[in-house]
C-alpha cells in the first residue's frame, strides 16, 4: 500500500517514507491510497486477541515493508504494563444500558494521545532504517496540552531523535504545564510561546517552511520531522482502539456482531474522530460518528452546514485539547469524501489560508450529513455534566469527556435515537483537578500538586499513579518566547 498527498495524488510514497516525512513536500497530508476491508471474520478472531494482538493485525494492514514480528515487538513496548496501568490498555466502562465509555488514559502521561505517542517513536525509528536516513530526526510539537507531553514521554532519550515542544503560555491547565515543564530526557526541550494555540501551531508551521533554518539544521546533522496528528504514525495507532471496542463491547454482549453502535467523540484537531471514520470505512459496524465540541464550535457549524468559517471569537475553555480554529485532519476526510479530488481539496485549503473559510459543495455535505452528527457543548454545561455522571453513575470524567456526554445527550434528544453508543474518554480527571472540583462544587483548591489529594478525598477515586509522581519534581524547562523567536530556540537547542 502507498501513501499520497491529499494535495498531490501523483507521487507515492511508502509506509516508512510517509512516516519519515510527517508532512507532504506540499503541505498535504499523507493518506493510504486505499483502505484495506476488515476480513469477514477479523472481528471474530480479533474478539480472542490481547490489544497489543489488536494492533498487530490492523497496523499490519497498511504498514507494508514492516513484518509482523517488528510490530509485535513494537506494540509488546508501547503498551505493556510498564506503559499502561491496566492489561487491556484501552478498556471499555459501561455506564448505563446503552452508553459505554472507552477509556483512553490508562497510559503514562493520562491523555489519549498515549494510544498514538508510544508507537509512533518505534515506527519512526524502524522508518528511519528502512529509508536509510543517517540524519538526527528534530521532532518540533505544537501543542494544546497533552500531545506535548505525550511526544515528550514518548521520544524522551530514542536514539536518532530530539524533541522540541511548544506551547501555549494562556492555553494549557497547571496540571499539563507541570507534566511538561518537569520532564526528563537527554534529547528534549520545552518552551512557551506568547499566545494561544493556533498562534503556537501556526508558529511550528512556519518553522517547517523556514527554508533557511532548514539548511542550517541540514548542516548540522539534523532534520524536521513532525509528531502532530498531521503524521500518519499518530492516526493509524488510534484505529485499532476502535476496532477493539467494539469487539469489546460483542464479547460483553452489549452489541451483537454487525449491530451499528455509534461513536461520539471529544474534538480539537479531528485525528481521533478521523481514525473512528477509517475504522468504518475498514467495515467495522459505526454508525454515527458524533462530533464533540466545545465554545470552540467551528466543526460544528461546518458539520450542520457545510461552511468551515475559523473567522470567529477563540476562546480558552475548560477543555483546552479542544480549543483549536483549525482542524488539521479534517482535511483528510474532504481527501476522502471528495473521492479522492486532490485538486479539489488543494482549492480549500488555499482558500481556508487566503480568507479563513471556505464551503464544500452539495455532494460532500449529503456525506458529512449521512456519516456524522455534531454539537458543543459550554463550560457550564460542561460542569453540570461532570456533576451529574458523577451524582448518578458514581463515575468521574474530566472537561473533554464530558463535552462528549453532553453532545450524545443532546443527540439524543433531537433524534430519539436510543442506538449503542461509544463516548470517548480521552484525559484523566486528574489531568484538569480544578475544573472538577470546581463542578463537584468546590471552591477553596489546594496549591500545587496537593490539588489531586483533595480530589481523592472529594471522590474516593485514587490519582494515577504518574500524576502523584509529580510531586516534588524539579522545574527543568522555564524559557517563554514570542511567535517569532521560535527559530532561535530551535537552534539553540540543536548545535
Ligand atoms: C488532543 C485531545 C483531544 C482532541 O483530539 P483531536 O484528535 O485533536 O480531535 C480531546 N481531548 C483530549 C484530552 C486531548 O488531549
Redesign the pocket.
Known amino acids: 500500500m502507498y501513501y499520497v498527498s491529499t494535495r498531490d495524488k501523483q507521487a507515492r510514497f511508502a509506509a516508512a517514507e510517509a512516516i519519515v516525512q510527517g508532512l507532504a513536500p506540499d503541505g498535504g497530508l499523507l493518506t493510504p491510497e486505499t483502505f484495506p476491508l476488515l476480513p469477514p471474520d477479523a472481528l471474530e478472531q480479533l474478539g480472542e486477541m490481547t490489544y497489543q494482538e489488536r494492533a498487530v493485525f490492523v497496523m499490519g494492514r497498511y504498514l507494508d515493508g514492516f513484518t509482523k514480528d517488528e510490530l509485535a515487538e513494537f506494540a509488546r513496548r508501547a503498551y505493556g504494563l510498564e506503559k499502561f496501568d491496566v492489561p487491556a490498555v484501552a478498556p471499555v466502562h459501561t455506564v448505563d444500558e446503552s452508553t459505554h465509555c472507552l477509556e483512553l488514559w490508562h497510559g503514562p502521561t493520562c491523555?489519549?494521545?498515549d494510544m498514538a505517542l508510544q508507537m509512533l517513536p518505534h515506527l519512526l525509528t524502524a522508518s528511519l532504517e528502512k529509508t536509510g536516513e543517517r540524519k538526527t530526526a528534530c521532532i518540533l510539537v505544537a501543542t494544546?496540552?497533552?500531545?506535548g507531553k505525550g511526544a515528550l514521554e514518548g521520544f524522551r532519550d530514542v536514539a536518532q531523535t530530539r524533541i522540541l515542544v511548544f506551547y501555549p503560555k494562556d492555553g494549557v491547565s497547571a496540571m499539563q504545564e507541570l507534566q511538561m515543564r518537569t520532564q526528563e530526557g537527554e534529547n528534549v526541550g520545552v518552551c512557551a510561546v506568547e499566545g494561544n494555540f493556533d498562534d503556537a501551531q501556526t508558529g511550528v508551521k512556519r518553522l517547517f517552511s523556514d527554508v533557511a533554518l532548514r539548511e542550517t539544521l541540514n548542516a548540522r546533522g539534523y532534520f524536521l520531522s513532525s509528531a502532530n496528528?498531521i503524521n500518519w504514525g499518530r492516526v493509524l495507532p488510534q484505529i485499532v482502539y476502535y476496532i477493539s471496542a467494539y469487539c469489546d463491547l460483542v464479547k460483553a454482549g452489549k452489541c451483537r456482531a454487525g449491530e451499528p453502535v455509534h461513536v461520539c467523540v471529544?474534538?480539537?484537531?479531528?485525528?481521533?474522530?478521523l481514525a473512528a471514520y477509517y475504522a468504518k470505512r475498514m467495515g467495522l459496524p459505526i454508525g454515527k460518528l458524533i462530533c464533540a465540541s466545545n465554545s470552540n464550535n467551528v466543526l460544528t457549524d461546518f458539520l450542520k452546514t457545510g461552511v468551515y468559517d475559523r473567522n470567529r471569537a477563540f476562546y480558552n475553555t475548560l477543555s483546552p485539547?479542544?480549543d483549536i480554529l483549525i482542524s488539521s485532519n479534517l482535511e483528510r476526510l474532504l481527501f476522502s469524501l471528495t473521492g479522492e479530488d486532490d485538486a479539489a481539496v488543494r482549492g480549500y485549503m488555499e482558500k481556508l489560508a487566503e480568507n479563513g473559510t471556505y464551503t464544500v459543495d452539495n455532494a460532500i455535505q449529503e456525506k458529512l450529513r449521512e456519516h456524522f452528527a455534531a454539537g458543543f457543548c459550554d463550560d457550564q454545561e460542561t460542569k453540570r455534566v461532570i456533576a451529574r455522571v458523577w451524582k448518578e453513575k458514581g463515575y468521574l470524567i474530566d472537561p473533554?469527556t464530558a463535552v462528549a456526554f453532553d453532545v450524545l445527550a443532546q443527540y439524543r434528544i433531537e433524534t430519539g435515537d436510543t442506538t449503542q453508543a461509544l463516548v470517548v474518554s480521552?484525559?484523566s480527571p486528574f489531568k484538569f483537578c480544578d475544573s472538577v472540583l470546581s463542578a463537584l462544587g468546590v471552591t477553596a483548591f489546594s496549591a500545587g500538586t496537593d490539588i489531586l489529594d483533595q480530589l481523592t478525598a472529594e471522590t474516593g477515586v485514587p490519582a494515577p499513579a504518574p500524576l502523584a509522581a509529580l510531586k516534588g519534581k524539579p522545574l527543568r524547562f522555564q524559557q517563554c518566547v514570542g511567535r517569532d523567536h521560535m527559530a532561535d530556540e530551535v537552534l539553540g537547542m540543536l548545535r
Open positions: 491523555a489519549f494521545k494544546s496540552g497533552d500531545t496528528s471529544p474534538t480539537g484537531n479531528f485525528g481521533n474522530i485539547s479542544m473533554h480521552t484525559a
